[in-house]
């Protein structure tokens, strides 16, 4: 059974950095691409970023975090990363960790499209 579990969000002030966790079971995160969602209060998910399948690991990721969010990962311990740098009160949202049983990550625009989510891990941006 696939099972993704979020991690590491918290109450950081402006322009302060985390590093959210995404950890899965029943299935190895290298097989599909992987992708990060937000929600925030009142409105619908977004997409954030994407990170291919296999050793090539391509990386994608949303105008608004580009050069501020990087995604990543780790192979040995079947993690994905989300490392968020300069946030703002704007990336205030419920984080999640999303997939579907493909490779690339051509749908990670389409919240809808994703098969398995995560329960979200909240990110508050504030002073």
């Known amino acids: 059974q696939v099972q993704l579990v979020e991690s590491g969000g918290g109450l950081v002030l402006p322009g302060g950095s985390l590093r959210l966790s995404c950890a899965a079971t029943?299935?190895?995160?290298?097989?599909?691409?992987i992708a990060w969602f937000r929600q925030a209060p009142g409105k619908g998910r977004e997409a954030v970023s994407c990170i291919t399948a296999g050793s090539d690991g391509n990386t994608y990721a949303v105008d608004s975090v580009k050069g501020r969010f990087t995604i990543s990962r780790d192979n040995v311990r079947n993690m994905v990363y989300l490392q968020m740098t300069s946030l703002k009160p704007e990336d205030t949202a419920v984080y999640h960790c999303?997939?579907?049983?493909?490779?690339?990550?051509?749908?990670?625009?389409?919240?809808?499209?994703?098969?398995?989510w995560g329960k979200g891990t909240q990110v508050t941006v504030s002073s």
């Open positions: 999303a997939t579907r049983n493909q490779v690339s990550c051509a749908w990670y625009e389409y919240p809808n499209f994703a098969s398995y």
């Open positions: 029943g299935f190895t995160l290298d097989t599909y691409a």
